[in-house]
């Protein structure tokens, strides 16, 4: 009895292994979501929406070293449009406008210019853009991941999280899928 369930759970087993290999029915083109992968400032525990520091930071370094050596192509956000590598290097100094009050009396508020230069920390949240395949026979949804946009936290002068803007995408597909077919 136990040869003969041994038998159907590995004729069971080889059927979805095999089957597991195709793709399947394209259910959507393109799917676009946010990854949190550096904890949020609230009471969680640290393995919600997160990766692990080393893992997160190889990741997040592979995208920036990628982006930066031309090996895939660079696509601004808002214009879907090719970005030359030599321009991204300029976009990765961060300028901000912030009103600050000075020391001493009478205390007047006053505007300053910051600039800094990104740091792989700041990179708190990943846009992943994808298709997604049904195999109806096993009911596996498989995910071809199409790009990638590294975020960054927006905070105003009161230091409120502001949202997350969003730097580039960097796309693994010849022909940036946001572009019209």
Known sequence: MKSKISLVLVVISLILTTSCGKKGELLTERVQYDVTI???EVDLDWWVQNLEGPKREKLVQSIINSANAGKLKIYDVMSNKLIPVEELKA???RTELLTLQRSYAPYENYDTV????LQLSDISRLRFL???YLNEETGFITKKVIAICPLVESYTEQGELRGYNPLFWLSFEKKFPLEAK
């Open 130 to 132: 994808e298709e997604w």
């Open 91 to 93: 976009r990765s100094t």
């Open 114 to 117: 910051v600039k800094r230069e």
């Open 38 to 40: 550096k904890t949020p």
